[in-house]
């Protein structure tokens, strides 16, 4: 505080006596500092940024493990569907372009289950009856839990999900081999990996 009073007083006095080119002097000085900072915090923002993409889950990678309760409140593992090949659908009954999706995921389900393909659908609705309604809704089938603890989840952190509807596709040995895959390619890769 006493430095900005000596500042602003020398700036002042400056100001008096007419020494322009010393007050020019000192702006230039903050914009060359202004540039540096603008440097700096690019750069740790590059830094940040380079960390949290080592940070995602990557192809190849294991899932890992998902223990929450399903709609009748009993506790649902990923784990159990060890086997089969999953696709673990974030998603929640508020977000329209999950809703959207909701239809090709039950085509998709109904088309594979015979052939040991599973839906872990994971819901971060904080409302179980907004949830519960959109399951009717949707005519979902396949497996569902709910995280009500919505975008607080500790499993959505785990998965880095930081939109919806986000998925992983995981093979029999539970090993991620797509993320947000959706349409015919969703389609082919379940084909090929329930032959």
Known sequence: MLLQKQAIKRLASLYKSHEENTVIHIILISEEKMLYMKRSIFIILVLFSSLTVDAQLKIGETAPE?????????????????GKVVLIDFWASW???????NPSVVKLY???RE???EVFGVSLDVKKNAWIKAIKQDKIKYTQVNDNAGWNSK????YFVDQIPTNFLIDRSGKIVA???EGMELFDKVKSLVQ
């Open 179 to 181: 993320i947000n895959i």
């Open 110 to 112: 109904n088309r594979f």
């Open 95 to 101: 977000c329209a372009p999950c809703r959207a999706e």
């Open 115 to 117: 052939k040991g393909f």
């Open 66 to 82: 998902i223990t929450l309760p399903n709609a009748a409140d009993s506790v649902i593992k990923l784990s159990s569907l060890n």
């Open 155 to 158: 499993v959505a952190e785990r």
